[in-house]
C-alpha cells in the first residue's frame, strides 16, 4: 500500500526565509510527483509536476526534486512571502492511475 | 478555456437526504476523478471515470455512494440517504483525452463543500 508522508505537518517562518518542505512516499514504481497549493476552504492549485525520468522542476521562487531511490521529494520556496501561507500537498502516481496524497503541511508566513 | 467546473460549491443536507455533486471537466479533458477530504485531513481518492466507463471505483464506500460520467453532461457524484459523517469537501479534477493516464497532469476543481445536518 503506497503511503505519501509530510514533514513538518506545519511551520511558520518569518517573511524572506528559504524554506524547504518534504515528502516521502513507499512504493518506489513513481509514474510522477505532483505539488499543490491549498488555501483555506478553496480548491487545489498545482504548482509543479515531476515525472519519474525527471529530477527536478522549477517555476519562478519554487523548484521541486525528486529522488526515486530514496523515495524523496522536496519543495523548495525562496525567498518566501506572507502570499505564501497555504497548505502544501504532496501527491504520488505509482502504480495506479490515481493521486495518492499527503497530509500536507500548512505553511504561515508572517511579515 | 475554463478550468474544471464543479456545483453546487455548498451544498447542506439533512441525514436520509440525497446529495448530488456535479463536476465538468476542462474542454477536452475526458478523464475524471472525485476525492473526498474531510475535515483536517488529506484528500482521499474515491473514483476514476472517463466518459460511460468506470475505470477504478476502489476507494468509493460500498454502499449509498454511486458516479457517473455519461456521453453528454457533467460527472455526477451521487450520495444517497447522506449522514453527518458524509460531511466533506469533494474535489473534481480532470486530465486529458490524449495524455497518459498515468502521467498525465491532473487539475482540480474548487470543491463541493457539503454539510450534512
Known amino acids: 500500500k503506497q503511503e505519501v508522508t509530510q514533514i513538518p505537518a506545519a511551520l511558520s517562518v518569518p517573511e524572506g526565509e528559504n524554506l524547504v518542505l518534504n515528502c516521502s512516499f513507499t512504493?518506489?514504481?513513481?509514474?510522477?510527483l505532483q505539488w499543490f497549493r491549498q488555501d483555506p476552504g478553496k480548491g487545489l492549485t498545482s504548482l509543479l509536476l515531476?515525472?519519474?525520468?525527471?529530477r527536478e522542476q522549477t517555476s519562478g521562487r519554487l523548484n521541486a526534486s525528486l529522488d526515486k531511490s530514496s523515495g524523496r521529494s522536496t519543495l523548495y520556496i525562496a525567498a518566501s512571502q506572507p502570499g505564501d501561507s497555504a497548505t502544501y500537498l504532496c501527491a504520488f502516481r505509482g502504480g495506479y492511475n490515481k493521486l495518492i496524497f499527503g497530509a500536507g503541511t500548512r505553511l504561515a508566513v508572517h511579515p | 478555456n475554463a478550468g474544471v467546473m464543479q456545483n453546487p460549491r455548498h451544498l447542506v443536507r439533512r441525514r436520509g437526504q440525497e446529495a448530488r455533486l456535479r463536476c465538468s471537466p476542462m474542454k477536452g479533458h475526458s478523464h475524471v476523478y472525485w476525492y473526498r477530504q474531510l475535515p483536517e485531513e488529506g484528500l482521499k481518492f474515491m473514483v476514476y471515470?472517463?466518459?460511460?466507463?468506470?475505470?477504478?471505483e476502489s476507494g468509493m464506500p460500498k454502499e449509498r455512494f454511486s458516479a457517473e460520467f455519461p456521453k453528454e453532461g457533467p460527472s455526477i457524484l451521487r450520495i444517497q440517504q447522506v449522514v453527518r459523517g458524509d460531511s466533506a469537501a469533494y474535489f473534481c479534477?480532470?486530465?486529458?483525452?490524449?495524455?497518459?493516464?498515468?502521467?498525465?497532469?491532473?487539475?482540480f476543481g474548487e470543491g463541493s463543500r457539503l454539510t450534512v445536518l
Open positions: 479534477a480532470s486530465s486529458p483525452r490524449d495524455e497518459d493516464p498515468y502521467t498525465g497532469e491532473l487539475f
Open positions: 471515470l472517463q466518459k460511460e466507463n468506470i475505470i477504478d
Open positions: 512504493d518506489s514504481a513513481i509514474y510522477n
Open positions: 515531476i515525472q519519474s525520468s525527471q
